[in-house]
């Protein structure tokens, strides 16, 4: 074989090892393998049960040993407190060489021994045993319960001392792979991040006209939208160290503790600049001290805490190169020194995504999935208003699991359909048996909000009725989307939005005569709308446009009440007779949409009540066959 076609085999390359995260291993004691210890008395017991066992000795009555002094059968006896051991004389080998018995409370013994001249000397006891039960044993008994309050106080691993140090998670550039391509839904969140970004990478073009970049960015919104995630792709993109803790972890039972560990946090930062500080859930630790405060110490530690964290970020200076990241949704419990300029200068805000912002959402999580090919993820997008970036991270994961079960070889838009329902609408309860009454009743009950939704042409289109029991409570429901996002709602609409709540109760009123507690949600619903109505937006008729709602939150509330703020008990009456008003309006309007369409509700609860579900193309159907019997046909087009 020709060597110069034969390949050169070159020598393969050790495979990399993974990054591993950076932790604090300053502290840490070795651990103790206590099955030592146990072996080492095992073996104790054992040498000592196979010395014993190698000596011929036969244990005797006390009686026989007086015989045998008598006999003269003894050559010498050993006398102990426990034990009198003596040696025989014989010439048989095999016969036992020695004898021992228990020794009785006899004063004539050594005068038999002196009779029969035969030698005896005292014994003492040994105490090697028993100084290692006395001496070693407590001090490996304290050592374990020492060890034990070590990893109890302090945590796995560490000692006492380490107390004072910061919990905090280090990332280093490689562990942190998160990027701004991972983080979708939040375009103006993350330009105003990248800044943060170009500055920890190139500090001096940023200070060369004298600015400085801010100390801390504070992100706020709900729960769901991505401010850890936020927080970690900025990291990934200046590829700087991350340091992440929560921050009920500053705060302890111990007085001081919380202070010390956010110096110590600091100051790791600080060594490993340039760097990002994330601290999470800062309403923890950052909860204004005019709360709960007033007349009382119990807070002592806590307040203790936000003032070191308060001095910290007055101590330090941006141009370090470290940058606080702070993620709440609940910023209106923060303490006003913490938000102040010079510590928070930045606040981004991050909301539930909108329509856009859920397509790319959707497409970021659908890629770790098989997914059709037909799948139009606008579309799915356009049935999850509302939904923040983990309840669509949730959705693609149950779609997924949905298309499992039926072994199916792809995710399907039909088994997105169904993650939507199980989400919004909980579990199917199949077993649920109701009788053919209350099943009557549901479906009537359902028909009348689709029918109310229908006849007054409101924004959130009907996609879907079922009388299958699903979540806690649910004994059927009507599923609608919006074909558009929408942020403003006028009067009518509102009042709209009231009666689909209320077109079930008048759907009962009119086909069954007595109402039922099927009701009890849409009530709850209907009544948070028209209070807000009269207290928030200044639609009541006779209370003119004050606000009686004295809370100022960035967050969207789901429910209105008038706890915060102090009315007399006239305004309260005239709010109440409001809120009674609109809702009475309300439910005229829906028992007026229903009756005019009650051909289409009998002929439509005939078709549920055998199918049980009832889609969107079924309804449209349904309705526009109705209509086309009417004078004026009405057509709603898919």
Do not use: C
């Not at 026989?64 to 003269?72: A, K, T």
């Not at 601290?279 to 805490?305: C, F, M, P, W, Y």
Request: proline share 4%.
């Amino acid at each position: 074989m020709d060597s110069k076609n034969t390949p050169e085999k070159r020598p393969e390359k050790p495979p990399e090892k993974a990054p591993e995260k950076v932790s604090d291993t300053k502290n840490q004691i070795p651990k103790f393998n206590y099955n030592y210890i146990a072996l080492s008395f095992l073996v104790i017991f054992a040498v000592n049960w196979y010395l014993t066992s190698l000596s011929h000795i036969k244990t005797i009555p006390y009686s026989e040993f007086l015989q045998m002094v008598d006999n003269g059968r003894l050559s010498t006896v050993t006398i102990s407190d426990d034990k009198i051991t003596a040696d025989l004389k014989t010439e048989n080998k095999a016969a036992p060489s020695q004898v021992m018995t228990i020794p009785a409370k006899d004063d004539t013994l050594t005068q038999r021994l002196y009779s029969k001249n035969i030698p005896f000397s005292a014994e003492l006891k040994d105490t090697t045993f028993g100084f290692i039960l006395s001496w070693v044993l407590p001090i490996i008994f304290f050592y374990f319960i020492w060890s034990m309050l070590q990893k109890r106080i302090a945590g796995a691993g560490a000692s006492l001392l380490s107390l004072t140090k910061s919990k905090a998670k280090v990332f280093v550039e490689t562990d942190v792979k998160t990027t701004f391509g991972d983080v979708a839904g939040v375009n103006e969140a993350k330009e105003e991040l990248t800044e943060i970004v170009n500055y920890l990478q190139d500090p001096k073009h940023y200070m060369r006209l004298g600015g400085r970049a801010p100390k801390g960015v504070l992100l706020v919104g709900p729960p769901g939208t991505g401010k850890t995630l936020l927080a970690r792709a900025v990291a990934g993109e200046a590829k700087v160290p991350f340091f992440s803790i929560n921050g009920s972890e500053f705060v302890e039972m111990f007085v001081g503790l919380g202070a010390a560990r956010v110096r110590d946090l600091f100051e790791q930062a600080r060594k490993q600049a340039p760097s990002i500080l994330f601290i999470d859930e800062i309403d923890a630790v950052g909860k204004s001290r005019a709360v709960g405060l007033v007349g009382t110490n119990g807070n002592d530690e806590k307040e203790q805490t936000l003032n070191q964290l308060l001095a910290e970020m007055d101590g330090f200076d941006a141009s370090t190169g470290v940058i606080i990241l702070a993620a709440t949704n609940r910023p209106e419990i923060l303490d006003p020194a913490l938000l102040r300029a010079g510590r928070f200068d930045r606040q981004v805000l991050l909301g539930n995504p909108d329509h856009q912002g859920r397509v790319q959402i959707l497409k970021v999580h659908v890629r770790k999935i098989t997914l059709e090919a037909q799948t139009d993820l606008e579309r799915i997008a356009s049935m999850t208003t509302g939904f923040s970036g983990a309840d669509l991270a949730n959705l693609v994961n149950e779609a997924a699991l949905v298309a499992t079960r039926k072994n199916k070889d792809s995710v399907t838009e039909k088994d997105f359909s169904e993650a939507i329902e199980r989400i919004v609408a909980g579990l199917e309860k199949k077993g649920k048996v109701m009788s053919p009454v209350e099943t009557k009743r549901v479906a009537f009950h359902e028909l009348g909000h689709a029918t109310v939704a229908l006849g007054l042409d409101v924004a959130d289109k009907v996609q879907k009725i079922s009388i299958i029991p699903r979540g806690m409570g649910a004994l059927g429901y009507t599923l609608q989307r919006p074909l558009e996002d929408r942020y403003l709602l006028d009067e009518d609409e509102m009042l709209n939005k009231i009666s689909v709540l209320l077109g079930g109760r008048a759907s009962e009123t009119l086909f069954f005569k007595r109402v039922s507690t099927g009701a009890a949600d849409d009530l709850a619903k209907a009544s948070d709308i028209a209070r807000a109505m009269v207290t928030q937006y200044g639609m009541g008729q006779t209370l003119g446009l004050e606000s009686f709602d004295s809370r100022r939150s960035l967050m969207p509330q789901s429910s209105y009440d008038l706890s915060l703020k102090q009315v007399s008990e006239g305004t309260a009456r005239e709010i109440d007779i409001e809120v009674k008003s609109i809702l009475e309006k309300a439910f005229r309007t829906a028992i007026q949409t229903i009756r005019k369409n009650r051909q289409f509700v009998e002929e439509s609860a005939i078709k549920l009540l055998a199918t049980e579900t009832l889609d969107e193309a079924e309804i449209i159907s349904l309705w526009n066959i109705h209509h086309a019997k009417s004078e004026f046909p009405l057509e709603i087009m898919l």
